[in-house]
């Protein structure tokens, strides 16, 4: 397994969550990383990357002010903190690896994905 995604489970509505990434890659540090999420029945949808060296962090505007991506290159992790949390986070959540240095938020842009884990928001 090269990335594995953890943290998730059930809180209600204003609750908060920190999802982790862990990936087992020699070259960790050489690639952004980025979460993404799926609800039931709607398309994967980009969150939040951040890039190699913890700059180049960008955000969904749905999650803009209520998540934080950040990276422990020492750890091979990426967390992303999830505070304020609404109904309409409930999703999986995975994370990715992409090759791309320029602002990947597409999922065709990552090559390399977790096995998801479940965050369940309950109002």
């Known amino acids: 397994v090269q990335l594995q995604a953890s943290g998730g489970g059930s809180v209600q509505a204003g609750g908060s969550l920190r999802l982790s990434c862990l990936v087992s890659?020699?070259?960790?540090?050489?690639?952004?990383i980025g979460w993404f999420r799926q609800a039931p029945g709607k398309e994967r949808e980009f969150i939040a990357r951040?890039?190699?060296?913890?700059?180049?962090?960008t955000y969904a505007d749905s999650v803009k002010s209520r998540f934080t991506i950040s990276r422990d290159n020492a750890k091979n992790t990426v967390y992303l903190q999830m505070n304020n949390l609404k109904a309409e986070d409930t999703a999986i959540y995975y994370c990715?690896?992409?090759?791309?240095?320029?602002?990947?938020?597409?999922?065709?842009?990552?090559?390399?994905w977790g096995q998801g884990t479940l965050v369940t928001v309950s109002s």
């Open positions: 890659l020699r070259t960790f540090n050489s690639y952004p």
């Open positions: 951040v890039g190699r060296g913890s700059g180049g962090i």
């Open positions: 990715a690896r992409s090759r791309l240095s320029a602002n990947p938020v597409k999922a065709y842009q990552y090559d390399l």
